[in-house]
């Protein structure tokens, strides 16, 4: 789906960075090396996670594998930057856009309903200080909308977008907020519409009806690519306007 509808929206609305979150691509379960690799090989700059980043036990040495090289694609795939020190990769990145624009990427993971990680708000905060670009987007990756809509608005004016991800259903509360900062709960996923968040909906009604444990499998119909376009100042870093696109695929 990426593949068949990301250069089409690039040229339309005439896109100089790609950031995408890429956690759950594995089939709906994490992200491998080799799928890491081919997300960037379609010109996404970052790819951003959450909490399933390790499910794939392989991506642990990928991660691993940028220490030291500077060069290596496997900086560009952040994993929360507020998980505890040791963990592999990071949770920032900074680079140019397309157009020579220098710009920041932070990736958060919040902590209701999820594990207790270090303070995302605070960790916030202490990257801030440290990146010089003007253009930042930070992935919000909590489970409650009131976190994603909290640190909105704790970052308000301090970043160009606060972005969430994790539910997977894209919110229609998409915005610039009073000091210049783009904003949407949640973006929503690239995924299975006919399903249960990606997941077959037989299997989860089933679920809700027993209680009876289930093996989820990734659903296939009626795909939908979910983002949102963001139009900013590269000098003062502002957002100017942000547009949410639910976009089908070209067989639908």
């Given amino acids: 789906m990426v593949r068949e509808r990301l250069p089409e929206l690039v040229r339309a609305h005439a896109v100089d960075l790609v950031i995408a979150n890429g956690e759950n691509a594995a089939g709906g379960f994490g992200i491998t090396p080799q799928i890491a690799d081919e997300l960037f090989?379609?010109?996404?700059?970052?790819?951003?996670?959450?909490?399933?980043?390790?499910?794939?036990?392989?991506?642990?040495?990928?991660?691993?594998?940028?220490?030291?090289?500077?060069?290596?694609?496997?900086?560009?795939?952040?994993?929360p930057a507020n998980y505890?020190?040791?963990?592999?990769?990071?949770?920032?990145?900074?680079?140019?856009a397309s157009d020579g624009t220098a710009y920041a990427v932070i990736n958060l993971q919040g902590r209701v309903f999820l594990p207790n990680n270090d303070d995302p708000f605070r960790v916030a905060d202490a990257l801030l200080e440290?990146?010089?670009?003007?253009?930042?987007?930070v992935d919000m990756h909590a489970e409650a909308t009131s976190e994603k809509v909290a640190?909105?608005?704790?970052?308000?004016?301090?970043?160009?977008?606060?972005?969430?991800?994790h539910t997977h259903v894209p919110t229609a509360d998409t915005r610039l907020l009073p000091k210049g900062t783009a904003f949407q709960t949640d973006v929503g996923m690239t995924g299975p519409f006919e399903s249960v968040i990606g997941v077959e909906k037989e299997l989860v009604i089933q679920r809700f009806l027993t209680q009876m444990p289930m093996r989820w499998e990734a659903a296939t119909q009626d795909v939908h690519l979910c983002a949102v376009v963001i139009d900013a100042d590269p000098a003062s870093g502002r957002a100017r306007s942000i547009e949410r696109l639910i976009v089908p695929e070209l067989s639908a």
Avoid: C
């Fill in 151 to 165: 640190m909105g608005w704790y970052l308000d004016g301090r970043v160009t977008a606060v972005l969430g991800t």
């Fill in 41 to 79: 090989g379609l010109n996404i700059a970052v790819l951003t996670t959450g909490n399933h980043i390790w499910d794939k036990r392989e991506i642990i040495d990928y991660m691993r594998s940028a220490d030291g090289n500077p060069f290596s694609p496997a900086w560009r795939l952040l994993r």
């Fill in 130 to 137: 440290k990146i010089q670009a003007k253009i930042v987007l």
């Fill in 84 to 96: 505890p020190a040791g963990a592999p990769g990071g949770g920032v990145y900074e680079g140019t």
